[in-house]
């Protein structure tokens, strides 16, 4: 008789995972009511669960379900808006921007420059960061921008309204 331990009893090795896919792991609300139908149903019939630990168990049940219909909301909300900002940020094609742009002098010492720049294009990158072509060929993230002007057509128009005043 042999004093080994079979492969499949063993220890795992440090190459195997021992956690799974985190969401696997995580409990759900189907995964609650679960365990809450399993205590139930193996409750002792001389010993019942007490009335107030079950409804305390419901009540947290509601507010996990709650909690999870209100992340899903959150979430598709979220992405509405993303897809919205590319949309948002397209107005910003032909107009004149200020933007902010940070660069290290020849002391090293960091400075700043607003440039004024008309825009050319618009899109979102993998992130979603919304990034913006300007004239000088050079693409910049919206939140460096300072201010929207009008384009110069529309200033023209503009001028003469001001003037009426």
């Known amino acids: 008789m042999a004093n080994t331990i079979q492969d499949n009893y063993g220890v795992p090795s440090q190459k195997e995972s021992l956690i799974t896919n985190q969401e696997d792991s995580a409990l759900g609300k189907d995964d609650f009511l679960k365990i809450l139908m399993t205590q139930l149903q193996n409750q002792d019939p001389m010993n019942p669960m007490d009335d107030k630990e079950f409804v305390g168990q419901m009540a947290q049940f509601s507010s996990l379900e709650q909690m999870t219909n209100m992340t899903t909301a959150i979430t598709t909300m979220a992405r509405a808006q993303q897809k919205g900002s590319l949309v948002q940020h397209s107005e910003l094609i032909g107009k004149t921007v200020t933007w902010e742009r940070t660069y290290e002098d020849d002391n090293g010492v960091e ?3 607003e440039v004024v720049n008309s825009v050319q294009s618009v899109r979102q990158d993998s992130e979603g960061n919304i990034r913006l072509l ?4 050079r693409w910049i993230n919206s939140e460096q921008l ?12 503009g001028d003469e309204e001001d003037s009426g005043e």
């Open 146 to 157: 300072i201010q929207v002007d009008t384009a110069p057509a529309e200033e023209e128009n």
């Open 111 to 113: 400075q700043t420059e």
């Open 134 to 137: 300007l004239d000088s060929e």
